[in-house]
């Protein structure tokens, strides 16, 4: 295991100091979950979700649909194919 140094300015230090011994750890145990936690794989969609909020963007998922252009187009080619065969529906 290696080792790291950091330059802690007095507050942070105190503050540091404070949550360890709320957690009952060590410096070193709480850095290295802080740095386990920031350093692991991010799950895409989690991403994506603050992405969209950060930049005010809707969810797709969530909007509504206006309308079933497939069903549309379908009932328009049976129209086309029906006149074109010379029946009207």
Known sequence: M???SIRLDPELERRLDLEVARRKSTRSRFVQD???EALS???PVHLLQEARAAYGLPD???AKVR???AAHVKALVRKAVADKQ???K
Do not use: H, M, W
Request: charged letters at 20%.
């Open 60 to 62: 797709p998922a969530a």
């Open 41 to 43: 794989p991010q799950d």
């Open 34 to 36: 802080l740095l386990r």
């Open 67 to 69: 309308s079933n252009k």
């Open 86 to 88: 010379g029946r009207v």
């Open 2 to 4: 290696s080792t790291l």
